[in-house]
């Protein structure tokens, strides 16, 4: 079995070639604009100088030319647009938001959250078949075969989209997904600027702020990069602090891997309290500026 890796971030492709080892499968890993820093483990890297991760017309027309009877992509944003636009291509299924993968036979068989984490489902397809895979799930590997590195040129490709302008978007500090202390904010907050108290709560302990759905995308408060749930940010930090935020299913999916999850809200039914470790029923008005106070002490 044949199976071809491709993430944009190289922390993510190394963790899938960790999956296909378990696979036992002959693999390759296609990279587009970056250096395969301390890469171990796989056959083979496809090394292509001329295109960039941003290019998603190009990336695509890489991996159709790659041939293989499974492939492994990174569960982030250009990874999950990449699996449907590949898999149609190749004829194949697709299945997105993996959390396990094994082969039997000429079928894959994959695990994924369902109803908004409270429910594995079971998909089976028959390879050829493009999936992604749930970060943080699969150990890269430490050592292991050093691959053959081939270069090559960017694939000429008839263009339907021209790239007039490209700027790169406002940092936010560390990525949530990487963050060990996460503050969470919600629609509990009833003005931007009260937002000060999470920040401040972060800077004490050393974390980021997150925010749900209503606050990133609705209210645009935040920016989306910092959006938790199944179609923003999934996270998995040591602690995390959910302060005015109900509890949704959309924002519950994406803290399942959190260590320890603190709640602070004040409606004791919210469904919040359902995930958490510790819970406040209190006013966040209240609650939060004395847990700041204690910390500061």
Do not use: C
Not at 50 to 56: A, L, M
Not at 106 to 124: S, W
Not at 211 to 230: F, N, S, Y
Not at 254 to 259: A, F, L, T, V, W
């Amino acid at each position: 079995m044949r199976v071809v890796i491709y993430s944009d971030v190289l922390d993510l492709a190394k963790e899938l070639i960790g999956l296909a080892n378990e696979l036992n499968a002959e693999t390759e890993l296609i990279l587009a604009g970056m250096e395969p820093d301390n890469v171990v483990g796989v056959d083979r890297i496809t090394l292509y100088r001329g295109i960039s991760p941003e290019d998603q017309e190009l990336v695509l027309e890489a991996l159709k030319q790659a041939e293989a009877d499974l492939y492994l992509l990174s569960n982030d944003r250009r990874g999950r647009e990449l699996v449907g636009l590949l898999a149609h291509s190749k004829g194949g299924a697709s299945i997105v938001d993996a959390t396990s993968v094994k082969v039997e036979g000429d079928r894959v068989i994959a695990e994924r959250m369902t109803l908004g984490g409270k429910g594995v489902a079971v998909e089976e397809a028959k390879m050829p078949a493009v999936i992604s895979v749930m970060a943080g799930k699969y150990k890269p590997p430490e050592e292991g075969k050093s691959p053959e590195i081939i270069e090559k040129e960017a694939p000429s490709i008839e263009r339907r989209v021209e790239l007039v302008d490209k700027k790169e978007k406002p940092k936010v500090g560390v990525p949530l997904d990487k963050a060990d202390v996460v503050i969470a904010v919600g629609r509990g907050f009833k003005k931007k600027e009260d937002l000060k108290m999470a920040y401040e709560l972060a800077e004490i302990l050393g974390g980021v702020v997150g925010a749900t759905r209503p606050l990133a995308a609705d209210l645009k408060w935040m920016p989306e990069e910092v959006w938790i749930g199944i179609s923003g940010v999934r996270i998995r930090p040591k602690l995390l602090i959910v302060i005015g935020a109900s509890g949704q299913q959309q924002f519950s999916a994406g803290i399942m891997d959190s260590k320890v999850v603190v709640a602070i809200n004040n409606d004791e039914k919210a469904p919040i309290f359902e995930v958490s470790d510790y819970g406040i029923v209190a006013d966040l008005y209240e609650a939060v500026p004395k847990l700041i106070e204690k910390l500061k002490r």
